[in-house]
């Protein structure tokens, strides 16, 4: 396979002054993520671990093989919401290896509002285990919550993905063959009792652990019955009289250290490992994509810039490299792994739609999975074009796209706006994973495109009211819409809302999508079928 041959300079003042502001953006993104991890309020950590106890990330990385890393998942989930009262919402959640296996770690943070579940809690939750289904990864659930934030109930129980989804999701988990293990490391009330209860086996931590439908309190509100929380569901309760859980642990580490052995005894279920000897690192170095990626995402950047960057060796076999050139298709290895790219580079015309398409037909009949490098100013507008038919054109792209059963991932390193959003895998098609960079926007439309809409809009209104347009309130439309826009196009605000898996550092894209297409390769997908193309 062909080596991309790079035109960037990386002598040049326009590469080091990207870098520079690029790194400043990142910076900002490492700053937040430090923070967060932190967990809730110092004074709710110090309790905590004066009650003996470790905190969630110190469980996770106890629990996982050594000198491996953790992918944790939407780390900023809730970011600027509630006062910021949330750090990741309440709870851990990311891919870790353990003996071997990697595993979708979910872990409550108990000085977060006693681990109690916001939306983005149950968000985060319900999509660890989505991701758990689709790759077919064993659970840990390391539990230490007080169930639902009682306030925000109407937000978080009545719904189909409320916190419900939790135990029918374990459920159908389980009859997939997929194992969960529960450890009991605190409170575990009400519907949270049902954790350890569906799980395949349980831990309980003594004198620290407690399961029960209804607490103490309720009890006694409910029957006048007073009752300890140690005697209504303590870990000696659970292990010897009730049988809700099967192991009983002195403290944290005791705990882990049963997962794990557990973990010894779990079938690897891998169909497809690479030869780790074989692969080759990009030739061109991953740290270059700092001073290449858009800050100003008005400017156009070459997407095989970014691929040669990513991509084992910085091979690619590329496709119909002379047609339709405002988007790249081809093939390449990452980390080992076949893979197919399709990485914006423009609007997207007609034949840019046909090209991808066709390309998706590729990757689905030779059973690759797709990475989608997203960089998205939309599909082209005006008269022309859709006299053209593209919006004919865009749907036959966004079909096969919908249909293709065959792994997805999804990185924004640019914007994502409007329906190429759809057609490049946006998270309304099932990728197995999205990331955005820390610079990257998602939105309908860019800011300035919305703001020009509303404002025409507006002035045609004046206009048939008979009324003269009024450039002050044209000018407060403007500034009100760019506004609404860049905040709520930033990154920031996708990750908090979890419409992404996470930001990332662009320089761990290699690693972070080689461990996705791994895993992919525990699960078979369907075999393609493709419905009506609009021709
Ligand atoms: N809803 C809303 N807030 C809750 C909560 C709940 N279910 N459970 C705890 N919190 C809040 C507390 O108000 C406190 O908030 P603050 O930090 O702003 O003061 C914080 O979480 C920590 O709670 P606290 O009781 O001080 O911590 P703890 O470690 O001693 O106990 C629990 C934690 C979860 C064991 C205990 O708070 C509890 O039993 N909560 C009720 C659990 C329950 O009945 N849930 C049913 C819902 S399905």
Request: glycine content about 8%.
């Amino acid at each position: 396979m062909n080596r991309i041959k790079s035109q960037i300079d990386i002598n040049s003042d326009t590469f080091k002054q990207n870098k520079s502001e690029y790194l400043k953006i990142l910076n900002k993104y490492k700053t937040i993520l430090n923070e967060v991890s932190k967990g809730g309020p110092e004074s709710s950590r110090e309790r905590h671990k004066k009650r003996g106890k470790l905190l969630a990330r110190e469980r996770i990385e106890l629990l996982i093989d050594k000198n491996t890393p953790f992918i944790e998942l939407s780390a900023l989930a809730s970011f600027n919401q509630y006062d910021n009262s949330f750090p990741s919402a309440g709870i851990v959640t990311g891919i870790g290896v353990i003996h071997g296996k990697e595993t979708i770690i979910i872990a409550n943070d108990a000085t977060v509002k006693g681990g109690t579940y916001i939306r983005q809690t149950i968000k985060k939750h319900i999509r660890a285990q989505e991701i758990a289904m689709e790759n077919h990864l064993p659970c840990v659930y390391m539990v230490d919550s007080g169930g639902v934030f009682l306030p925000e109930q109407a937000n978080v129980f009545p719904d189909k993905f409320d916190f419900g989804r939790f135990f029918y999701n374990q459920a159908r988990l389980s009859a997939k063959k997929i194992p969960q293990i529960s450890i009991v490391m605190g409170s575990c009330t009400a519907g949270g009792a049902y954790v350890p209860a569906m799980s395949d086996e349980t831990i309980i931590v003594k004198n620290q652990g407690t399961i029960f439908i209804g607490g103490p309190p309720l009890v006694k509100a409910a029957t006048g019955e007073e009752v300890s929380a140690e005697e209504l569901g303590g870990a000696d309760v659970h292990t010897s009289i009730s049988g809700v859980a099967d192991h009983l642990a002195m403290n944290d580490a005791h705990a882990i250290e049963i997962c794990r052995n557990i973990f010894e005894t779990i079938p690897d279920t891998h169909y497809e490992k690479t030869e780790i000897n074989s692969i080759e690192p990009p030739y061109y170095d991953p740290e270059e994509l700092y001073g290449i990626l858009p800050i100003d995402l008005k400017k156009p950047v070459d997407s095989k810039e970014i691929i040669a960057r990513i991509v084992d060796g910085s091979r690619f076999q590329e496709f119909k490299a002379r047609y339709a050139p405002t988007i790249t298709t081809g093939f390449a290895k990452i980390m080992g792994y076949n893979v197919g790219i399709i990485a914006n580079n423009g609007v997207l015309f007609s034949e840019t739609a046909l090209k991808g398409a066709h390309f998706v037909e590729l990757c689905t009949s030779r059973n690759i999975p797709i990475l989608f490098l997203q960089n998205i100013t939309g599909f082209i507008v005006g008269k022309q074009y859709e006299r053209n038919g593209i919006a004919r054109d865009g749907a036959k792209f966004v079909h096969a796209v919908a249909n293709a059963n065959v792994p997805k991932f999804t990185v924004v390193f640019g914007g994502s706006f409007g329906a190429g959003n759809y057609a490049m895998a946006g998270r309304a098609y099932d990728p197995r994973f999205l990331f955005m960079y820390p610079n990257s926007k998602i939105s309908v439309m860019g800011g300035e495109q919305a703001a020009n809409v509303l404002i025409t809009i507006t002035q045609e209104k004046m206009k048939a009211e008979g009324k003269d347009v009024n450039l002050d309130e044209i000018e407060k439309i403007r500034k009100e819409i760019l506004d609404k826009y860049e905040e709520e196009g930033s990154a920031y605000y996708s990750t908090s809302r979890l419409w992404d898996d996470g930001i990332i550092d662009p320089i761990d894209t290699r690693k972070i999508i080689g461990l996705a297409i791994a895993i992919s390769k525990n699960n078979i997908d369907e075999e393609t079928k493709y419905g009506v193309f609009r021709m």
